[in-house]
């Protein structure tokens, strides 16, 4: 089955903490991408990775990190920095930044 | 204003009725994609349309360029449809990609 994985599915942290959500998809897509969603509002992109050792920052940024050292996985970290990380994050992955984005089942981060 | 927009923002229906969701945007596009969120989270495509419509199953969209108007159709409604219905489209800035996402409706269909 070929399909995108993110763990955990909830995750609670203490505020000051950074957290590491995984992104794994076996679908060989050249691009990833780190989506934050907060209620009432539109999906809005973190981070994003065209192709293996490249990523850019997306509209939101600021607070989180990113690596892309294997085509398949894509974690994101949230560092102490974000100011507002209670939040659910998805990641996406698309064949090249052309093509249709994939969605994975999401995580929901907790910050208190 | 937003980018792209949707309407309505919540729907409650009858099994059975006839739905249509519709998008607006206002940026030039490449596509747009049609999303269907369900309570536990995960995202699941629907349909990617340039032009014309499209259809599956009891679903059909359909995207005018001309007007930036796209609108989702929903065949004989049922319980099981209840989720948030996403409009996002793919934006073309300086060759970069990007996708711009609508605020989602809600859409409950009651039994």
């Known amino acids: 089955d070929g399909g995108i994985t993110q763990s955990p599915k909830y995750l609670f942290r203490k505020e000051g903490q950074n957290v590491t959500l995984s992104c794994e998809q076996n679908?060989?897509?050249?691009?990833m991408y780190w989506y934050r969603q907060d209620p009432g509002q539109g999906l809005r992109l973190i981070y994003y990775?065209?192709?293996?050792?490249?990523?850019q920052k997306g509209d939101i940024a600021e607070g989180y990190s990113v690596s892309r050292e294997k085509k398949e996985s894509f974690p994101l970290t949230v560092t102490s920095a974000q100011k507002n990380p209670t939040a659910f994050y998805l990641c996406?992955?698309?064949?090249?930044?052309?093509?249709?984005?994939?969605f994975g089942p999401g995580t929901r981060l907790t910050v208190t | 204003k937003n980018e792209v927009e949707q309407s309505p923002q919540n729907l409650t229906a009858q099994e059975g009725e006839f739905i249509t969701i519709n998008c607006s945007y206002s940026?030039?596009?490449?596509?747009l994609h049609w999303l269907q969120q369900h309570p536990g989270g995960g995202i699941v495509s629907l349909f990617m349309?340039?032009?014309g419509k499209k259809k599956h199953g009891r679903l059909i969209a359909t995207i005018n360029i001309q007007e930036k108007h796209s609108s989702l159709h929903i065949t004989a409604s049922h319980p099981r449809d209840s989720a948030v219905y996403i409009c996002?489209?793919?934006?073309?800035?300086?060759?970069?990609?990007?996708?711009?996402f609508g605020t989602g409706t809600r859409l409950k269909v009651l039994a």
């Open positions: 996406a992955s698309s064949r090249d930044r052309v093509n249709e984005q994939y």
């Open positions: 349309l340039s032009s």
């Open positions: 940026v030039g596009i490449s596509a």
């Open positions: 679908l060989n897509h050249d691009a």
């Open positions: 990775s065209q192709i293996v050792n490249d990523f």
């Open positions: 996002a489209v793919r934006s073309v800035t300086s060759g970069t990609y990007k996708y711009i």
